[in-house]
């Protein structure tokens, strides 16, 4: 503002007025602003929360993206001679496992020689296993240790180490593979009599051998050549990590029915919440997004999906969440019902039963390509990615919102130039006055003698 003294000449108040024209003219404008700001936050603020709800969704609907997800199973082991674990959807059942033996990889040591700096020289090493081998060329002036290093880092190796052993007796090359099982036993061998000490000479100081496992009684043994046995029993695989001293381990498998039904819970919980979410930002007077069209899009569009039927279900038993006792009540809300009307089960008589009886299915309802999750991934994703509605939204809503100052910096610059005017105009007036009061003094200080006589 300009720091005059508007009215000095005059003596009438003509700051106060111009103070009065300027503040008629910003207010509105200001009010103007300042609800523009309230409402741009207030709406941010509500596509915040409503974006938030949905992630927080979508988290818990993710545990149910996977069939596994569903199938859990308990597994115990009376000893640690075993590992075992399961694919979820092994019968359950009791069983005796007794370890024979263990899958070995061989090893092989050559004769001793001098020291690690022995030449040996010229020819070609080949190691073999099963269906496996590989050469290595030797040259006179390689030492031990040059031709352990040619070993280990020949580029067809399949999984033989070479390393070199200084004993009381002398310096040896040691062969250990890491191929295990019988049918893979390791063999060096050279057409080079030069090199008949790392090959032909060499002696095998542990042969490989198949592991051994006793299923349930003697007889029933089953080998493997490494130490992991799968689908033995079916859907279990069980790895043998030392052989049995005192008994078979026994071995139980049962199925976790409770994993999938708070599964089911957890999702009918988080649903609610988010729709509680959604109402609250709803709420004709209270509500961040009152009448918002993508939070009435989005609210009719889960409840489709949770009503509707999955296509790929349906030759089943289970084909929408109602036929696994889920189902909205009056409130607009998910529920497991607790009581069966009439003859009917109950909604949590129904999840039971499902979970006993086609828990397979229960996950496929969710977990399918086009199942409920597949479905609300898409949609939430169509709402809360970088390029989707609500985020574009906030893009929108957060520029506008940045723009405000410089509206507010408008309106200074334009009072600024109104006040400029409103001086020069009341300037004028001012002077004016001055001028009568001027002369009104002059005319009664002249006529004063005349009243006088």
Sequence with gaps: MNITSAGIGSGLDLESLITAF??????????????????????????GTFKSALSSFQSVADKL??????????????????S????????????????????????????????????????TLTFGAGADSFDVAIDAADDLSTIRDKINAQSGNFGVTASLVNSDSGTYLSYTSNTTGTANELSV?????ALDNLATNATTTRNAKDAIIEIDGVGNTV?????????????????????????????????????????????????????????????????????????????GQLNDILTNSVASMAGGDIKSLNDIGVGFNKFGKLEISAVG??????????????????????????????????????LIENYNDSDGTLTK??????????????????????????????RKRFSFLDSTVAGYNATASFLTAALQPISKD
Excluded at 31 to 43: A, G, H, M
Excluded at 101 to 123: K, N
Excluded at 259 to 267: Q, S
Excluded at 402 to 417: A, F, N
């Design 189 to 193: 061998t050279t057409a080079d009599a």
């Design 341 to 378: 009307i009439g003859t009917l089960d109950s909604g949590v008589e129904t999840l039971a039963k499902r979970v006993d009886n086609n828990l397979d299915e229960l996950g496929q309802l969710f977990a399918s390509p086009d199942g409920i999750v597949s479905q609300l991934t898409a």
């Design 223 to 299: 080998t493997s050549s490494t130490n992991e046995f799968k689908n033995t029993i079916e859907d279990v695989t069980i790895v043998v990590n030392k052989v049995s001293a005192a008994g078979a381990a026994t071995l139980d498998i049962s199925q976790n029915t409770e994993i999938a039904t708070d599964l089911v819970n957890e999702f009918v919980t988080s649903f609610n919440a988010l729709s509680d979410s959604m109402d609250a930002l709803a709420s004709p007077k209270f509500g961040k997004l009152a009448f918002d069209s993508d939070l009435r899009s989005m609210k």
């Design 65 to 82: 993206k996977s069939v596994e997800d569903f199938n859990e199973q308990v597994i115990d082991i009376g000893n640690d001679d075993i």
């Design 393 to 422: 939204r906030q893009t929108d809503l957060s520029e506008d919102l940045s723009g405000i100052p410089d509206e507010y910096e408008d309106l200074e610059t334009r009072l600024r130039d109104y006040e400029d005017t409103l």
């Design 22 to 47: 300027v503040t008629a003219e910003s207010v509105p404008t200001e009010i103007r602003l300042q609800k523009k700001e309230d409402r741009l936050t207030s709406e941010l603020s509500g596509l």
């Design 84 to 123: 075992v674990t399961t694919n979820g959807f092994a019968s359950n059942g009791a069983f005796e496992i007794n370890v024979l033996q263990l899958a070995e990889a061989t090893r092989i040591q050559t004769p001793d020689f001098a020291s690690s700096a022995t030449t040996v020289g010229t020819g």
